[in-house]
């Protein structure tokens, strides 16, 4: 019996199913989308239904976060309730300062006032207290799974399918992570399985003066591998945020395993799948002899998928 489900009021096709992806499947991109998990099957009923269901566990549209990342230092000090979102604003910042809390009210305090030191009383109580080290990774790196060197997911701003924070030992011959902790990357999964992957981006005013875009990948519920980012130029629409939403996929997915990635872009599908062999050809000039829009993107893509077919893991698809 699933542990979970999962009721879909308002979507592509209504009613109760036994996997999020599924649900998934009914409700992304569709506007007005209602839908909740339920531990009993009788409540999922009662819910579909029309019931009043306000006792039962909170649906997936109103889960209350477990924990709340305070960032005192870094490119945006704030209260964050994914660890993907603090991330990204203490990646590459020098000196950033930041901790997990359990409370909102925790998070809040050390934005605000940063590390408090501790009374003597409970300093004295806790003779043999963890490293500021082990802690940390006890609260970052929990249910994370290790990555050799070169193998995890690549760090935003990569380049050339370079992951910069590896290097050679030039005592062992080996490739090694410059920081320990780096190794913990991943959600542990099924080697043998393709890495499902959801992706989307959109952009208000597509294209205009003023234009902002976003991009979102999605490996699935509480994966630390999700994100929310803005798309980077000053280029601000639809397609090349969908494009950049595949390429970040890739960029993070394992490179040790199969891939497929879901789309709603049939523009992005195209261009990475069938478009660019004549475009190639052509010297990237479409039927009618321009430029081709958004090259720069598409190469990035096309690069990083020729890189897993020479690692023998393909791209199962790009739907």
């Known amino acids: 019996m699933p542990a979970k489900f ?94 997990s809390f359990k409370t909102r009210e925790e998070a809040q305090s050390f934005f605000k006032n940063g590390p408090q030191p501790k009374r003597a009383s409970e300093e004295l109580s806790q003779p043999s207290p963890p490293t500021k080290k082990q802690k940390k990774e006890t609260e970052e790196h929990e249910d994370l799974v290790e990555y050799s ?79 929310s980012e803005p798309l980077s130029g000053t280029r601000q629409t639809n397609q090349r945020a969908e494009l950049t939403a595949i390429q970040r996929a890739l960029e993070i997915a394992p490179r040790n395993r199969p891939v497929t990635i879901y789309t709603d872009s049939n523009y992005s599908i195209k261009c990475v799948t069938e478009w660019f062999v004549k475009w190639r050809a052509n010297g990237w000039l479409n039927a009618s002899k321009k430029p081709v829009e958004n090259k720069d993107l598409i190469e990035k893509i096309l690069t990083l998928i020729e890189q897993r077919k020479n690692m023998s893991q393909e791209i199962s698809s790009i739907n």
């Open 6 to 99: 999962y009721v879909v009021k308002a979507g592509r096709k209504p009613g109760i199913y036994h996997s999020w992806d599924e649900c998934l499947t009914q409700v992304r991109g569709f506007k007005g989308a209602a839908f909740k998990s339920f531990p009993l099957l009788d409540e999922a009923k009662a819910w579909l239904n029309g019931a009043d269901t306000t006792s039962s566990n909170p649906s997936s549209t109103s889960n209350k976060p477990t924990k709340f990342y305070g960032v005192h230092k870094g490119h945006k000090p704030g209260v964050y309730t994914s660890w993907a979102d603090a991330q990204n604003t203490i990646a590459d910042f020098k000196g950033a300062v930041y901790k």
């Open 149 to 227: 060197a070169g193998e995890g997911p690549l760090p935003a701003g990569a380049e050339d399918g370079f992951d910069p924070r590896i290097t050679l030992n030039a005592l062992t011959g080996k490739v090694e992570y410059k920081e320990p902790t780096t190794k913990w990357q991943a959600v542990n999964l099924q080697d043998d399985k393709p890495v499902i992957i959801y992706t989307d981006g959109s952009s208000l005013g597509n294209g205009a003066h003023g234009a902002v875009a976003g991009v979102g990948v999605y490996f699935g519920p509480k994966d630390k591998r999700n994100l």
